[in-house]
């Protein structure tokens, strides 16, 4: 049924959730991945102080390495397990990642993006929003959230 899956990447718990997930339904069918991260560059704006002296370039170079590191070892994951894979790094300014995310599953051609979520609920979503959530309302390719098992994702009793 899917011999295409587009896994996200961040380094994350969650999304390392998702990508165990991805390698189970890939190695029973055959399917291969393709490994997502995305470095937004404009995140780092934020710990910028207005007066410090910050060497944005490096800043920049950073996030694209600890985006390598993390395709890299997703990818090792992949491996051991006799999948294959393929890596894509991608830079934003700005933009939701969720935009890349469905973009790249239109242009590779996904059958399915299998991806880890926190569950947020509340006040937490609303100030942190959520890639998932977005994905999954844009996306026209089916999307399998995998949930984390954190404290996070418990509802409120």
Known sequence: MYKRILVPVDGSPTSQLGLQHAVGLAKSLGARLRLLNVVDELSVMPAVDAYAVVDLAAMIAALKEGGRKVLDESAA??????IE?????????????????????????????CMGTHGRRGISKLLLGSDAERVLHEATTPVLLVRSKSPAATPAR
């Open 85 to 113: 894979v393929e890596e894509a790094l991608v830079e934003t300014h700005g933009h939701h990642v969720s935009d890349f995310i469905v973009r790249e599953a239109k242009d590779w051609g996904a059958d399915v993006i």
């Open 77 to 82: 994951v992949a491996a051991r397990a006799g």
